[in-house]
């Protein structure tokens, strides 16, 4: 579900009775009488009983005097094609009104849209400045969006980026999104834009690991079963190849038969207790 989809429904808990069982109809003397608001309730409601086009003479009117969630749900229903065939263009305009109206936690879309050339034609420069956007607004996972974005330009050669980058990605970890220690134990780990850090690397990892990120339990795992960083550990490789595997990262599978291969019976039950006991199961009352 998309995040507008979500907030729509979230909107729509709050709806009066009377809008959910039979709205009224779109006229300009109806919605003279009812604020910006009221206005995109009665859209919602219209939405809610599948009739797009009453909804979006609501929401246009609503928009119209100032309803910044208005601009919004007429960007989704162009974005979905309930108006008839998809319109990019608009959806891409209403979007923009409405973050210009205040909406900012759309910016991130809007860079997400330009930088995939999802509905509009591919556009980094505007993808970085709707990025920039949603940071300035204190927006944090839009830092994860625009450090993605330079990485990418690091690993293609343009390295006098990769300083934002690391600001960007150790930003969004201090605001709590785990995300930024897979990207930053990457960086150190591959030296990308500078020079490998293993140990970094590895205690960058292992925040990522102990937050459940799959694909940083794996990376993790083979960095002590190679010794990278830290002291060979065989049990601590196993345990979080296991959790990996658990998790759904497929990778995770030739490390496991690499090291289940080196550890003997009682190494093998410890590493599945460490693992078990990570995931959440009960320790045993003699421990």
């Not at 009377?18 to 003397?29: F, H, I, K, Q, R």
């Not at 007429?74 to 209403?94: F, I, M, S, T, Y």
């Amino acid at each position: 579900m998309s995040l507008l989809r979500t907030v729509l429904f979230l909107l729509l808990l709050s709806i009066p009775g009377w809008a959910l069982s039979e709205p009224p109809g779109w006229s300009p003397e109806r919605a003279s009488g009812l604020a910006g608001d009221e206005r995109l309730e009665v859209g919602l409601a219209h939405v809610a009983l599948e009739r797009y086009e009453d909804a979006r003479l609501w929401f246009e009117s609503s928009a119209a005097v100032g309803e910044s969630r208005a601009k919004l749900n007429l960007g989704w229903l162009h974005e979905e094609g309930l108006l008839g065939a998809v319109d990019g263009a608009a959806a891409v305009d209403w979007y923009t009104r409405g973050v210009l109206a205040g909406e900012s936690a759309y910016a991130t879309k809007l860079a997400w849209i330009h930088l995939q050339g999802r509905l509009v034609r591919a556009d980094l420069a505007t993808a970085e400045q709707w990025f920039r956007h949603a940071i300035d607004a204190g927006h944090s996972d839009a830092r994860l969006g625009l450090g993605s974005v330079l990485l990418a330009e690091v690993m293609g050669g343009e390295f006098d980026r990769i300083d934002e980058a690391l600001d960007l990605f150790e930003a969004a970890l201090a605001d709590g999104l785990v995300l930024g220690s897979y990207y930053l134990g990457r960086i150190y780990r591959e030296g990308l834009g500078v020079a490998p850090d293993p140990a970094l690397a590895l205690s960058f990892f292992e925040v990522g690991a102990e937050a459940g990120l799959a694909d940083v339990q794996w990376r993790l795992g083979e960095m002590y079963a190679g010794g990278h960083g830290t002291e060979q550990d065989l049990v601590l490789a196993a345990k979080w190849a296991y959790l990996a595997a658990a998790n759904g990262a497929g990778e995770s599978l030739p490390l496991i038969r690499e090291v289940e291969g080196q550890l003997d019976a009682q190494e093998l039950a410890e590493a599945r207790r460490l693992a078990w006991v990570a995931a959440g199961g009960a320790v045993p009352a003699d421990e």
